[in-house]
């Protein structure tokens, strides 16, 4: 069983920045796909950015390249979603997510590939 604890949410205003962190459970986090994925009311969850164990080529949204950076710290079972620039339509509850498949691509986009997730932290961009 993996756990996941997301902190850092906050309200920002435009053009601030913000750091979540997501500190895990589980003696393997280090190969753990871990996500970031996010969820504005009325919407569906999106996908946000993915890191591999390694923390080589990440993935990213479109929405958020050049914006946000995810890397992670495996000796501190933590992965990290830097936020800079942030607009209002940035503002949801972000969500960390674990996969515990190993194997990396572009599926890692998709939020059914996670196996675990957190309870979300709120990032309120005011305008």
């Known amino acids: 069983q993996v756990q996941l604890v997301e902190s850092g949410g906050g309200l920002v205003q435009t053009g601030g920045s913000l750091r979540l962190s997501c500190a895990a459970s589980g003696r393997t986090f280090s190969s753990y796909v871990m996500g970031w994925f996010r969820q504005a009311p009325g919407k569906e969850r999106e996908f946000v950015a993915s890191i591999r164990w390694s923390g080589a080529s990440p993935l990213y949204a479109d929405s958020v390249k050049g914006r946000f950076t995810i890397s992670r710290a495996n000796a501190k079972n933590t992965v990290y979603l830097q936020m800079n620039s942030l607009k209002p339509e940035d503002t949801a509850v972000y969500y960390c997510?674990?996969?515990?498949?190993?194997?990396?691509?572009?599926?890692?986009?998709?939020?059914?590939?996670?196996?675990?997730w957190g309870q979300g932290t709120q990032v309120i961009v005011s305008s």
């Open positions: 997510a674990a996969d515990i498949d190993t194997a990396w691509g572009l599926a890692k986009m998709d939020s059914y590939r996670y196996d675990y």
